[in-house]
């Protein structure tokens, strides 16, 4: 689902875009970020399943909550190399931003994994999108930058998450501890190797401007 594309940046990892019939993932410019602010005020947690203590605090209803968030983005995008880096995507259907989705390599050159993070305007969860914003990072993670492997996580109760990492062939890799509303809770680790992800790899999915993203990312392809 190609959409209207943005000026170019200087900055190759904001030029990095995902198509598919249903979604585009867009780097994450400033200007994208503007337009997703609303969307941003609509994702206050108030029942479970309770999300991670996330430093924006999806549990507060505030500007500075929004102020949090954009630094957050700002400061990782600026902090990048070859031993860490976060792309961040803004997910865009029909031309409206409605959610984002983040790809995070660590010491990627020596192992070749990745991991994702998601979130999606609460009033289109449950439609499909999740997962297809799964498959559209994942494509770009092995087809355009080789990824060996890539993981995933949720809490035990994140039904929603679980599901997608399940119907895209993960496998199940464990469990570890974080904290949400300062309470103790498990969480659930998925892996997915590039074998898994091949078997069902799809053919609709575009990938544009990745080439000049990855000397940015100290990737040698």
């Not at 969480?187 to 590039?194: D, E, F, G, S, V």
């Not at 074998?195 to 575009?206: L, P, T």
Request: charged share 25%; aromatic share 10%.
């Amino acid at each position: 689902m190609p959409t209207t594309a943005s000026p170019l940046s200087a900055y190759p990892p904001l030029n990095v875009r995902v198509h598919t019939p249903r979604l585009s993932l867009l780097g994450a410019t400033d200007e994208l970020l503007e337009r997703l602010v609303p969307t941003v005020r609509k994702g206050v947690v108030t029942e479970p399943p309770w999300p991670f203590d996330d430093p924006a605090s999806l549990y507060e209803d505030s500007p500075e909550r929004e102020w949090r968030w954009l630094r957050g983005v700002w400061l990782g995008r600026g902090r990048v190399s070859a031993s860490h880096w976060r792309l961040y995507f803004v997910v865009v259907v029909d031309g409206e931003p409605v959610g984002m989705q983040d790809l995070i390599g660590t010491d990627f050159a020596t192992f070749g994994t990745v991991t994702t993070f998601s979130w999606l305007d609460p009033h289109l969860r449950g439609s499909g999108l999740g997962k297809e914003m799964r498959q559209a990072v994942l494509h770009l993670a092995f087809d355009g930058f080789g990824a060996s492997e890539a993981g995933s996580d949720a809490f035990f109760d994140n039904h929603a998450s679980n599901r997608v990492s399940q119907a895209l062939g993960y496998e199940p890799n464990g469990v570890s501890w974080d904290t949400r509303r300062g309470e103790p809770a498990e969480i659930k680790q998925w892996r997915l190797t590039r074998e898994q992800w091949a078997a069902r790899r799809r053919g609709d999915i575009e990938l544009v401007a990745v080439h000049d993203c990855l000397p940015v990312l100290g990737i040698t392809r």
